[in-house]
Nanobody, 127 residues
Framework: VQLQASGGGSVQPGDSLRLSCEASGRTISRYGMAWFRQASGQERELVSATSYSGLTTFYAASVRGRFVISKDNAKNTLYLQMDSLKLEDTAVYYC?????????????????????WGQGTLVTVSS
């Protein structure tokens, strides 16, 4: 699976961005997937994860209520809608998929459980 992340940019606090992660080489319809982020000098952290159907989701406390993860299996694409962006959301955002399909309703929360990674897309929030 190849993952291509896009949609990052430079915005002001309170703005919105929509990240996309297009998969190729294999259908992701049976893969729970996730978005991670890594700020400068910090460890990579889980932002959000979804089951393969999109019915079960996880959000880090710092983004809950502002970010929405979704998955369009027909387009083989994962999304992250980010609203009310804050300065502390500045980071490189990575999409990720595990090596094998996940069971219904499941997703992984550890970066070590993910095998395929997008190249990262930079989100900069500044005033």
């Amino acid at each position: 699976v190849q993952l291509q992340a896009s949609g990052g940019g430079s915005v002001q606090p309170g703005d919105s961005l929509r990240l996309s992660c297009e998969a190729s080489g294999r259908t992701i319809s049976r893969y729970g997937m996730a978005w991670f982020r890594q700020a400068s000098g910090q460890e990579r952290e889980l932002v959000s994860a979804t089951s393969y159907s999109g019915l079960t989701t996880f959000y880090a406390a710092s983004v809950r209520g502002r970010f929405v993860i979704s998955k369009d299996n027909a387009k083989n694409t994962l999304y992250l809608q980010m609203d009310s962006l804050k300065l502390e959301d500045t980071a490189v955002y990575y999409c990720a998929a595990p090596r094998v399909p996940t069971v219904s309703g499941a997703y992984f929360t550890r970066s070590s459980d993910y095998y395929y990674w997008g190249q990262g897309t930079l989100v900069t929030v500044s005033s």
